[in-house]
């Protein structure tokens, strides 16, 4: 379970988020709203990328302040651009980068990323550089470098905004068959028809948190009224 | 650079990383230190067998040197107008020997392998509180993000050539700059995120 209590966050001097309290336990959650709107930066307080101004994010207890790096072992974080997220030159070496991090041996690493390199179909592109693949692969790289971790918590920022219709729809399958909790920041609301929870941000505040049709009826009047 | 690690059994792919740069360090030193023609055209030839014994084919040898083409004749202009031919002759064959071992180096390692046979080779600075381990990873960035900066750039001049603009320094260089240092910040993230 995530807990955001009473959340604001100042960037800047510029207030980005204002008293955000919510408990995230559903299995799939998205969030919306337009550009601007302080939902990319929400997320990534969840893993502690970012810390609040003022209030407390708890990830099954721990305090994303002060134990980051128990959080960041539990929540995955999954950016929208795969190029600014993959750090090896090698589509194997980046997958294993994480489980180094973790100090997992070297054997046991090796079997990992076979495994999770063949549920996203990339074994065969596993000696490959990573600049060669398609935009779709690389997103899909990018998620296999997190899952391979064993996050208990998906995070994805925009993960299919960059991608054409075939990658967003492979993107879209995998993230349909992640095992995890996953949240999701996205403009395609077509991709959260069948999530479990919508939560619409606006200047900073949350104006819906509902099942997915009342949230984006809700999320579409805002934007028409505005 | 860019041609990275090609897969293969040979004795040189076997070699351990550190051994293969501790040559390309004595090779430098050696091929610098000694000022003869035929010393450095023998390097060439074993630079080149070296080629053959990891199973990669002479185009790939070519293709370490091919970039460098044009800085080879721009020395060697400037050698023979202040020294002599010979001399143009040994500073190039100096710098091609050096490309090729370095290519040889990519080419038969995985650079995991490199950046952990340098972090092992980097542990004394440990003590001085060096964290190695962070060298190490700006080096595979190095590596990882010289395509990306490419496409970054063709993407910018692309974009000025369509307003004009592909002549100017300026406004290719300072939308490039900016591109670059925001992706720097997402990249940080992306590493924090990933338990570094």
């Given amino acids: 379970m995530i807990e955001i209590q009473n959340v604001s966050l100042t960037l800047d001097d510029n207030p980005i988020l204002h008293e955000v309290t919510l408990t995230l336990t559903e299995k799939r959650i998205a969030i919306v709203g337009s550009n601007g709107s302080g939902k990319s930066s929400f997320v990534r307080l969840l893993n502690g990328l970012r810390t609040p101004s003022e209030g407390r994010v708890l990830v099954d207890g721990y305090d994303t302040q002060t134990e980051g790096r128990k959080v960041r072992r ?9 190029d600014n997220q993959i750090v090896f030159p090698i589509v194997e070496e980046d997958v294993a980068f994480g489980l180094k991090n973790l100090g997992v041996p070297v054997a046991e690493r090796e079997q990992m990323v076979d495994e999770v390199l063949n549920r996203y179909g990339l074994l065969s592109k596993r000696k490959q550089p990573s600049h060669t693949l398609s935009g779709g692969q690389k997103q899909l790289l990018a998620i296999a470098g997190v899952l391979v971790m064993k996050p208990a918590y998906v995070v994805l920022d925009e993960p299919t905004t960059l991608l054409d219709l075939r990658n967003k729809l492979r993107v879209s399958q995998a993230i349909d068959g992640l095992d995890q909790t996953a949240i999701m920041v996205t403009h395609d609301l077509d991709l959260v028809e069948n999530f479990d929870r919508v ?4 200047q900073g505040r949350i104006i819906a948190d509902d099942v997915p049709n009342k949230a984006l009826r809700r999320y579409v009047e805002a934007m028409l009224d505005a | 650079m860019l041609d990275l690690y090609v897969e ?22 050696v091929l610098f230190a000694v000022d003869h023609v035929w010393l450095s055209i023998l390097w060439l030839a074993i630079s080149l067998t070296l080629y053959a014994v990891a199973g990669l084919p002479l185009w790939r040898a070519w293709r370490q040197i091919r970039p460098a083409l044009w800085l080879f004749a721009l020395i060697f202009v400037v050698q023979v107008l202040l020294h002599s031919w010979q001399l143009g002759l040994l500073v190039i064959i100096r710098f091609a ?19 952990d046979g340098l972090e092992a080779g980097m542990r004394p600075l440990h003590r001085l509180g060096v964290r190695t381990e962070s060298i190490s990873l700006a080096i595979s960035l190095t590596f990882r993000f010289i395509p990306v900066l490419t496409s970054v750039v063709h993407e910018v001049r692309e974009a000025q050539s369509a307003r004009g603009l592909e002549r100017s320094v300026f ?14 910040e997402e990249i940080s993230d992306a590493i924090d995120a990933r338990g570094f």
């Fill in chain 2, 171 to 184: 406004a290719i260089a300072i939308p490039s700059i900016i591109r670059t240092l925001r992706m720097s």
């Fill in chain 2, 97 to 115: 020997v050096l490309l090729l071992l370095a290519g040889l180096l990519t080419l038969t390692t995985r650079s995991s392998d490199m950046i």
């Fill in chain 2, 8 to 29: 293969g059994r040979s004795a040189l792919h076997r070699l351990g990383p550190g051994w293969k740069i501790l040559g390309l360090a004595f090779s430098g030193t």
């Fill in chain 1, 199 to 202: 939560i619409v941000f606006d």
């Fill in chain 1, 74 to 82: 539990r929540v995955g974080f999954v950016f929208q651009n795969p």
